[in-house]
């Protein structure tokens, strides 16, 4: 089974810095990746999701972005961050269409 | 907009007792449905999924799917002080590419 890699594991950055968030996952080839933002006591929001490398779709609009320069390699961005973007960045990989979504162990970012 | 709908809880049971979670969805195309248990500061783990009607069972956990009545539930039998996490449904839409989350229910089992 896949293994996904995240980090790091908590993040505190001051407002207008940037960002970088890496995943890497083992174990499977050509997967589904996933990048989620949970806030606090609450369910997650899909931000971005990819298919294949160089492939990023978009669920809301945001100053966040998402790379996938290698197939096993999915990076969350931001030149600029807010304080709403403080939260709980997790990553998920899907095997395929419709399989379980399985996630790394997320980055607890705060904002100052 | 696809919607997923769990009531947030807190739901408290005792130990040795079945816990029954629910969960509402609003895209009658949904095609695949997830459970997920998320402890405290942790990120979700899954721990049943379902495709078909009817019930489907993995040792104390069953998972109950009713797509007429867009209704998918979860029971956990004889429940454990170490169930006690926030529990997530998720779907899938129609073109099995996207998945919705609920807001999750929160399980506390007494001891």
């Known amino acids: 089974s896949q293994t996904i890699h995240q980090w790091p594991a908590t993040l505190v950055q001051p407002v207008g810095s940037p960002l970088s968030l890496e995943c890497t996952v083992e174990?499977?080839?050509?997967?589904?990746l996933y990048w989620y933002r949970q806030a606090a006591g609450r369910g997650l929001q899909l931000l971005f999701y990819s298919v294949g490398i160089g492939q990023i779709s978009s669920e809301v609009p945001q100053n966040l972005s998402a790379s996938r320069p290698q197939d096993r390699q999915f990076i969350l961005s931001s030149k600029k961050l807010l304080l709403s973007d403080s939260g709980f960045y997790l990553c998920?990989?899907?095997?395929?269409?419709?399989?379980?979504?399985?996630f790394g162990d997320g980055t607890r970012l705060s904002i100052l | 907009q696809k919607e997923v709908e769990q009531n947030s809880g807190p739901l408290s049971v005792p130990e040795g007792a079945i816990a029954s979670l629910n969960c509402t969805y609003s895209?009658?195309?949904?095609?695949?449905f997830f459970w997920y248990r998320q402890y405290s500061g942790k990120s979700p783990e899954l721990i049943m999924f379902i495709y078909s009607n009817g019930d489907k069972e993995d040792g104390r956990f069953t998972a109950q799917l009713n797509k007429a009545s867009q209704y998918v539930s979860l029971l956990i039998r004889d429940s454990q002080p170490s169930d006690s996490a926030t529990y997530l449904c998720?779907?899938?839409?129609?073109?099995?590419?996207?998945?919705?989350f609920g807001s999750g229910t929160q399980l506390t089992v007494l001891p």
């Open positions: 998920a990989c899907e095997t395929g269409v419709g399989q379980p979504q399985h």
């Open positions: 998720a779907v899938t839409d129609g073109s099995a590419r996207q998945l919705t």
């Open positions: 895209d009658r195309g949904s095609q695949s």
């Open positions: 174990g499977t080839s050509n997967p589904n």
